[in-house]
């Protein structure tokens, strides 16, 4: 955490592009993965997300198969509140985990903003815990005079690959703007000079 936020910091100038719900996501085929006691009761859960999320999700320096961050610890009160154990694993990068609850191989996302794709094969729990904002980081030589999106235009951004910030602007950037993905936020802090603008959801 310290290392990025020393990057951030280098990054420069950020800028609000719009707030979007953080919830928990229960993928349809639960019953796959969940373990059950002898008379059916649910009493293990397998939960996980974005790893490339702090300061909700990251993984746990001293135990790779472990995610950490504020989600992990709303997520076992949670277990707490239902007495039962909910495990936050990393299972890989942000688009492994989402192909993984299509399959039926977790029971939870926990922090995942809501887009009509993904409620293909995940339902969502409301109300949303989390309103988070997400926003435009540009070095602080660009002089980007950012207002609305338009301003992005004819730019290069780069975001984390599979990263949603909302239908309307994952819309909006399909149709009009030049974003490449990169496989973590590190990288994608680390090839600021070589873009006009990054695109993260803090």
């Known amino acids: 955490m310290k290392q990025l936020g020393q990057h951030c910091h280098r990054a420069g100038l950020l800028r609000k592009i719009g707030g979007v719900c953080l919830v928990v996501a229960l993928g349809f085929f639960m ?14 859960m397998v939960a996980s997300g974005n790893p490339e ?10 135990d790779a198969t472990r995610l950490i961050g504020a989600n992990a610890d709303f997520i076992q009160l949670l277990a707490k509140e239902l007495g039962i154990t909910i495990e936050t694993k990393y299972i890989g990068p942000w688009g ?20 009509l794709p993904r409620l293909d094969y995940m339902d969502y729990v409301y109300p949303p ?4 904002p997400s ?22 951004g ?45």
């Open 129 to 132: 815990f989390r309103i988070t």
């Open 31 to 44: 019953h796959r993965a969940h373990a059950a006691d002898t008379s059916g009761v649910c009493t293990h």
């Open 158 to 202: 780069v975001t984390v690959i599979h990263n949603s910030f909302g239908e309307d602007f994952d819309s909006y950037a399909k149709a009009s703007l030049k974003i490449v993905t990169v496989p973590s936020l590190e990288q994608g802090i680390e090839n600021a000079t070589d873009v006009a603008c990054q695109l993260f959801d803090l």
């Open 53 to 62: 999320f702090p300061p909700y999700l990251w993984r746990d320096p001293n």
């Open 96 to 115: 492994r985990v989402q192909e993984e609850t299509k399959l039926g191989h977790e029971d939870l996302i926990v922090g995942v903003f809501l887009t």
């Open 135 to 156: 926003v435009i980081w540009t070095r602080d030589t660009a002089h980007l005079n950012y207002k609305t999106w338009s301003d992005l235009r004819g730019l290069v």
